[in-house]
């Protein structure tokens, strides 16, 4: 079932978006040469402290973690511990919730650790994140799912390709619908399938967790014997970002950004939804 938002449920949401934003913020600062996972993790745990919100990843299916710190080849789902210390020339993806009187937030961001990157890592992560924008584009009222997903794989198939040969759509992860849960139908792909048609037709109410996670390789991936840790399986590195969208009569409202996604719309023509909070 389509679970379909009030305006105020809408704007409970955004309380909840906005802890993520800081919690983003946060960790991004923090994520250093020589920062364990686990520190990252306590530096999220503050910040959802402070702001009197629940974590929504602490617990979900058994996940140990307030935070997914996913660094290198990881793709999705890394569990943050005291041993994987973060160098220069790494990149990790952080995902991050936060729960308000029962509505969630979801959101993810790719970093760079240090300086010493090769070119192609900055530029996998850009790709990712501007499919992640095309994408929350195309969420507008009258289209459908699959509007979403051809926008975001069209982004990144029209890209240069990297030196690797390819940039690899991760296949079995995506997007989803969120709300009074993290996880809620419809699941969002980051790519178009035929077997699944078009999808449903996207109308106000409606919330998203966009999604799109990109390889230097294979679209494929295996999960460790933790049950958690998802990595490439041709051992390329990967980038990772997400946003929750709410779709108004008004347009979109982008929940986990700051500005509500008005100065990247913006480029794509989009005019963004007033902030209920503001």
């Known amino acids: ?14 309380e909840a978006g906005l802890v993520v934003a800081a919690i983003h913020e946060a960790t991004r600062a923090a994520a250093v040469p020589g920062a364990s996972t686990k520190d990252l993790d306590e ?11 629940k974590p929504n990843f602490l617990g979900y299916g058994g996940f140990p973690g307030n935070i997914c710190t996913s660094v290198n080849d990881v793709v999705v789902h890394g569990i943050p511990d005291s041993v994987t210390v973060l160098k220069d020339g790494d990149i990790i993806a952080i995902d991050a919730g936060a729960i308000v009187d029962g509505w969630h937030g979801d959101a993810a961001f790719t970093c760079l650790v240090g300086t010493g990157h090769a070119p192609e890592l900055a530029e996998l992560s850009r790709v990712t994140e501007e499919s992640m924008w095309a994408g929350i584009a195309a969420f507008r009222k009258g289209a459908r799912l699959d509007d979403i997903s051809h926008a975001v794989e069209s982004y990144i198939r029209r890209q240069p390709r990297p030196a690797s040969g390819k940039y690899g759509i991760v296949e079995g992860y995506g997007g989803h619908g969120i709300g009074t849960q993290m996880h809620m139908d419809p699941h969002v792909l980051n790519y178009v399938t035929k077997k699944r048609g078009r999808g449903i037709r996207l109308v106000p109410g409606l919330c998203l967790a966009i999604e799109p996670m990109v390889t230097l ?9 933790d049950e958690w840790t998802v ?8 980038a990772h970002w997400e946003h929750t969208i709410a779709l108004t009569e008004q347009g979109p409202l ?19 939804a007033p902030d209920p909070l503001s």
């Open 43 to 53: 530096v999220a745990a503050k910040v959802i402290a402070d702001h009197g919100a």
């Open 231 to 238: 990595k490439s399986d041709d051992g390329s590195w990967s």
């Open 254 to 272: 982008v929940l986990t950004a700051p500005d509500g996604g008005k100065a990247k719309l913006a480029e794509y023509g989009v005019t963004t």
């Open 217 to 225: 390789g294979t679209p494929h991936t295996h999960v460790l014997e």
């Open 1 to 14: 079932m389509v679970e379909l938002k009030t305006a105020e449920q809408i704007a409970k949401m955004r």
